[in-house]
Nanobody, 126 residues
Framework: QVQLVESGGGLVQAGGSLRLSCAASGRTFSSYAMGWFRQAPGKERDFVAAISKSGGTTAYADSVKGRLTISRDNAKNTVYLQMNSLKPEDTAVYYC???????????????????WGQGTQVTVSS
């Protein structure tokens, strides 16, 4: 059984930083691309960032480029999202997900990912 468990969310002031972690089990973690999505109240789940199985390729939503950084440690079966210069509009529940393939899916939609964590709340105050 595949499990993804996020941690590291919390309340932070605008301009601050957080580091999210996602620990994976039950699957050969290093064989799949991974992604982060976020969902604000009343809105759809949106793509944030993704990383290939080796970590050599990354992709970001335009709204987070230069502020958020995705990385992975295959020895620890963990993917990270370093969040800097946070803004109130970054407030959302953040989800990590495992892709169905080794490379970053071309379509930045939830359907390209088959396993999901339970989410972690990030709240940025102004």
């Amino acid at each position: 059984q595949v499990q993804l468990v996020e941690s590291g969310g919390g309340l932070v002031q605008a301009g601050g930083s957080l580091r999210l972690s996602c620990a994976a089990s039950g699957r050969t973690f290093s064989s799949y691309a991974m992604g982060w999505f976020r969902q604000a109240p009343g809105k759809e789940r949106d793509f944030v960032a993704a990383i290939s199985k080796s970590g050599g390729t990354t992709a970001y939503a335009d709204s987070v480029k230069g502020r958020l950084t995705i990385s992975r440690d295959n020895a620890k079966n963990t993917v990270y999202l370093q969040m800097n210069s946070l803004k109130p509009e970054d407030t959302a529940v953040y989800y990590c997900a495992s892709a169905r393939q080794t490379t970053i899916p071309r379509n930045r939609i939830p359907d390209e990912y088959d396993y999901w964590g339970q989410g972690t709340q990030v709240t940025v105050s102004s």
